[in-house]
């Protein structure tokens, strides 16, 4: 009896110690607020400086000439782009592959190996923004048998996005001044701030592929947004 005594207590105090734990993890409830609204912002910023991926594809009998001819034609485009001012250390292998080639199988015969697909890719990063149709040019000029497309980028977009924060909270108190006095309520303090993390930063925009498209290429400005949720109080 004694025995059971002491396993039912061990079973109580695991139930206790699991539910103490499970309450530990759960995240804490944001405080009760009587308006919530949430708020947007955003600000234009022009980019800092591109990438371009571009590479070449070779074919061979072998796949050591597959490999000599493609190291070949990269090596001239990485001299043409340092040449132009490219650091080497902005030049990055982003793909290499080495593939089999195959004849189309006739009838139940198999598949006839012909020769070897060499591809390979790099991302160059482009610092100074304006000379982007000039590399455009470079790489086509040096043997690039494909590039990929152009991307502005943002080096430190921290403060841009912090304006649009500010834009943010500006409009949801705006909001909730709104519906404070629409409702014959006097708005209070902030009871408490959630930012959407998914939300804040630079709005995605397409990039058209520049295979042969003609330049001069315009970097233009990108949008940066903020999304925040405010809970305020109401004042007595």
Known sequence: MRGRTFAFAAIIAATAH??????AQRPPALPDARIVVAGEGSVRVAPDYAQIRSGVGSHAKTAKEATDINSKAMA?????????????KDIQTSRFSLQPVYAQAQGNSEAKLTGFSVSNQVTVTIRQIGKVSDILDLLIASGATNVGGVEFLHDDPSKALDQAREAAFADARRKAELYAHTSG???GRVAW??????????VPLARASLAMVPVPISAG???LQARVTVGFDVAP
């Open 18 to 23: 699991c539910a103490a734990s499970a309450q």
């Open 221 to 223: 400005e990108d949008t």
């Open 185 to 187: 309520l006097t708005l």
């Open 76 to 88: 001239a485009i990485a001299a043409a782009l340092v040449n132009a001012g490219i650091a080497q």
């Open 193 to 202: 701030i959630t930012e959407d993390a998914g939300y804040a930063g630079p």
